[in-house]
């Protein structure tokens, strides 16, 4: 950590962006600017090309010089990890956001890059420790977010778009309206099928999830 801990800090954790460290240039998504934002590693490049005023970035900064940042902000927080570390940056910054108070998170990321990052950068959303959170990760025209029983769908824009539903355990069941293809919790919803794939969002939806846990991606014809 930086020269100030984490007592002293008086962020405003009310609406937290966290800028991913991916290979591609995010684009800014059309929502409430942010009160916070965090930087996972390169995530801070990112972030000053769109234009956003980074808080705290965190990371092992392979791809960052931590002096120089230091020296162009003073009041930047710098949380750093070593390099040998057993979670990806992504994931450091979102603990770094519940940390500091945060349970509405938008992840901003441009994709791209490695298969693997890609794909646990996604899983982040429906771990223990997120799950509970309203997180969402915005890619473009998409939108990803991780739903269990008792947690709302409660994303704007949507009618139009188009929709897919991963369950991610086993004897998952979930119900839906306002969608093409609705489903029913009567029916199994078989683990990582791709029975949820590609359906579309024709009216205002209601998305409750019976049991398990479900990744759902909505992407949008005019984000």
Excluded at 195 to 206: F, Q, R, V, W
Aim: hydrophobic share 40%; proline share 4%.
């Amino acid at each position: 950590m930086s020269q100030r801990s984490l007592q002293d800090l008086s962020f405003d954790p009310t609406r937290t962006w966290v800028i991913d460290g991916g290979p591609n240039l995010p684009s800014l998504p059309n929502i409430e600017p942010p009160t916070l934002v965090i930087a996972a590693d390169m995530g801070y490049l990112h972030a000053r090309n769109l234009g956003l005023q980074v808080d705290a970035v965190v990371g092992d900064f392979d791809s960052l010089d931590r002096e120089n940042l230091e020296m162009a902000n003073s009041q930047l927080v710098v949380e750093e990890h070593p390099a040998d570390k057993d979670e990806s940056d992504l994931a450091l910054a979102l603990n770094f956001a519940r940390t500091v108070g945060a349970t509405n998170i938008d992840i901003i990321t441009g994709g791209g890059g490695r298969l693997d990052h890609l794909l646990v950068s996604s899983m982040l959303l429906a771990s223990d420790e997120n799950v509970d959170q309203r997180i969402v990760t915005h890619c473009g025209t998409s939108r990803v977010m991780a739903l269990k029983p008792g947690k709302a769908f409660d994303l704007s824009d949507v009618v139009g778009s188009q929709i897919s539903m991963i369950a991610l355990r086993s004897n998952s069941r979930i119900s839906t309206t306002g969608l093409r293809w609705n489903l029913s919790r009567a029916d199994a919803f078989p683990i990582f099928s791709s029975l949820g794939l590609s359906n579309e969002i024709t009216d205002y939806p209601t998305i409750e999830v019976d049991h398990g846990v479900f990744l759902v991606i909505v992407t949008s014809r005019d984000l």
